[in-house]
């Protein structure tokens, strides 16, 4: 197999088996045209919640109300907490479930009750003491009591106040029991009665997995299963900022094997953590004991051993896209799934703006002993993963052994941060199907060995450069930058530096303006139809193609590019001039 085939089988493996199978991807999306243009966004990449409701619900209920998995199933249900959620949006938006959620968990109090006894229920309280007893326990003259010397003293003034209490009223003249408002005793409705205020009701919210999540209704019979595995998801799904060491927490195959079971997978599925796709994914790559949900069962089971062992999935993962027969059999594709650690979080940011930061990898990224010893560190986020400031990683192990992985289930921002690896190689993967999945605008990437980047939607490269190779000898062969997007390409002002020598990009559409490929380097550029549009007076706009705008390849000319230095039809273009061994320094292909 030659050095590009070589390349590209590895990128593959770091940005669609490690990143992908793990976290998973969106839907395919189909190709759409662009100007070429790879401006960041405005604001960053952190897009609003796709996750299914009831699971971002659990995720609300857990970090940001404080509550407990053991709280939230004694309370019932993922059902029964995501119905307290909308009751809470339709009386007052997110600021109420966050104000009041807690108590309507805890206490099953409605968002009426929890906001009228919110302050009895803090001090620990019950929803039926502060019902019946409020008044009296609100008193001052009982600061400084225990809750239960508190209850026992209101009973006892309650039963000695008479019958001229506030009653609730309907404006009838009698207490009927269906009074909706407090009366203050004159026996109608003057216009001074307190009123509750009226619920204003919204469109319901969308419920992406809705056929999964009803599997937790009340009648589900693994409590104990979903309560093990909703610790689990919801220690996986914290924000987690990483600036000077990695975090404590890490997964591997060994630490969710035993004791771990299906649901987690379900809980993780269902929080978008594996696309939008995710329960076709995992039914088919973990089988039927998986899509039985009265089953249970552990992972243990149904984990394979290798990373060889999932290829055939890559063409559901990506939607279209796997590896050839040829690639598949190398053993650059073979990891043992125990050598794979991932630092998992919902949403990642790397670094602090405007700090220069530095994270040691070495402890994770050893040396190898053996083919079988080597290793893979993803840095996993469930959502995005941003870039904050300058980060470099460190690593004395240079030797060619190893990876290290940048990823999120959705969208990755690079934007005027640069990022530095100084082991080997480094993969950057974005497992978002739209249009900003992944941005690496305004930044240096600099890596020891190989440097890959891909995208499940689109890879937007703006004014970067990449400087690869940097940890080997001069006498050591070069190293190589692979670019993938499942939709489209864009690359503007990018230039590579470093020990170049393979360069190879695939996309169903690829746009590249303003750059200029090194003197030694071979480009393979693969589109949907391998067709080559050179227009240098305006952008470049032919979908399926390979496009070119102000390009140079410094082996061919040191002029701008033009269509009369390739021939050859659509799907087999070659530039006319080549390398020493008569290898074309561009070649076309169609995917």
Do not use: W
């Amino acid at each position: 197999m030659n050095r590009i085939k070589i390349t590209k089988a590895l990128a593959l493996t770091l940005i669609y088996v490690f990143p992908v199978f793990l976290f998973g991807q969106e839907d395919d999306a189909a190709a759409a045209s662009s100007t070429g243009s790879a401006a960041a966004p405005a604001k960053g990449a952190p897009k609003a919640a796709q996750a299914n409701t009831q699971l971002r619900t659990l995720h609300v209920a857990i970090h940001k109300l404080g509550l407990t998995a053991t709280e939230i199933l004694a309370a019932g249900s993922l059902d029964d907490l995501h119905a307290q959620y909308k009751e809470a949006l339709k009386g007052g938006g997110f600021q109420a479930f966050t104000d009041h959620g807690k108590n309507m968990v805890k206490h099953g109090a409605t968002l009426d009750e929890a906001i009228e006894h919110g302050d009895l229920l803090d001090a620990g309280h019950s929803l039926t003491d502060a019902k019946e007893l409020g008044d009296y326990l609100r008193d001052p003259a009982f600061a400084g009591l225990t809750t239960e010397e508190a209850v026992e003293l209101a009973r006892q003034q309650k039963e000695s106040v008479d019958s001229t209490d506030p009653v609730l009223d309907d404006g009838s003249g009698s207490d009927d029991g269906t009074d909706p408002v407090l009366d203050d005793g004159s026996g109608s409705d003057d216009g001074t009665d307190p009123v509750v205020p009226p619920v204003v009701v919204v469109d319901d919210l969308s419920l992406a997995n809705e056929a999964v999540i009803s599997n937790y209704a009340t009648g589900y019979e693994y409590n104990e299963a979903l309560e093990a595995a909703m610790t689990v998801a919801t220690t996986l799904l914290t924000d987690s900022t990483i600036t000077d060491a990695l975090p404590a927490l890490s997964v591997s195959v060994g630490s969710l094997t035993d004791g771990y079971n299906l649901e987690l997978i379900r809980l993780l599925s269902a929080y978008g953590a594996i696309g939008g796709n995710g329960e076709n994914v995992a039914s088919a790559v973990l089988g039927s004991d998986y899509s039985g949900y009265a089953a249970g069962g552990t992972l243990s089971s149904l984990i394979q051993n290798s990373s060889a062992d999932y290829l055939s999935f890559l063409s559901t993962l990506t939607g279209s896209r796997g590896f050839s027969e040829e690639d598949a059999s190398s053993s650059v594709l073979d990891v043992s799934l125990d050598k794979i650690t991932l630092i998992p979080g919902s949403t990642i940011t790397l670094g602090t703006s405007g700090v220069d930061s530095t994270i040691d990898v070495s402890s994770k990224l050893t040396p190898a002993i053996s083919s079988d010893d080597r290793k893979v560190l993803i840095l996993g986020a469930a959502k995005d993963l941003t870039v904050a400031g300058n980060v470099k990683f460190t690593n004395p192990n240079d030797v060619e052994d190893h990876a290290l992985v940048i990823g999120a289930a959705d969208d990755v921002m690079v934007d005027g941060s640069n990022i530095e690896y100084t082991g080997s190689n480094l993969a950057i993967g974005a497992g978002g199907s739209d249009a900003d999945s992944m941005y690496l605008v305004n930044t240096s990437i600099t890596t020891g060995g190989n440097l890959a980047a891909g995208s499940l939607g689109n890879l937007n490269i703006t004014n970067a450069n990449f400087n690869v190779g940097m940890a080997n000898s001069a006498s050591s062969d070069p190293d190589n930058v692979y670019l993938y997007a499942n939709d489209i390409l864009n690359v503007n002002n990018l230039s590579f530096s470093g020990r170049v020598d393979d360069i190879y990009m695939e996309s169903k559409t690829i746009h590249i303006k303003n750059t200029t490929f090194p003197a030694t380097s071979e480009v393979m550029l693969r589109s949907q139809t391998g067709a080559l549009n050179v227009n240098n007076s305006v952008a470049p706009s032919v979908v399926g193609a390979v496009n070119f705008h102000n390009v140079t390849h410094l082996g061919i000319s040191n002029s701008v590019l033009e269509r009369s230095h390739f021939d050859g039809a659509d799907g087999h273009i070659n530039s006319t001039v080549g390398l020493p061994n008569g290898t074309p320094f561009i070649r076309v292909r169609a995917q």
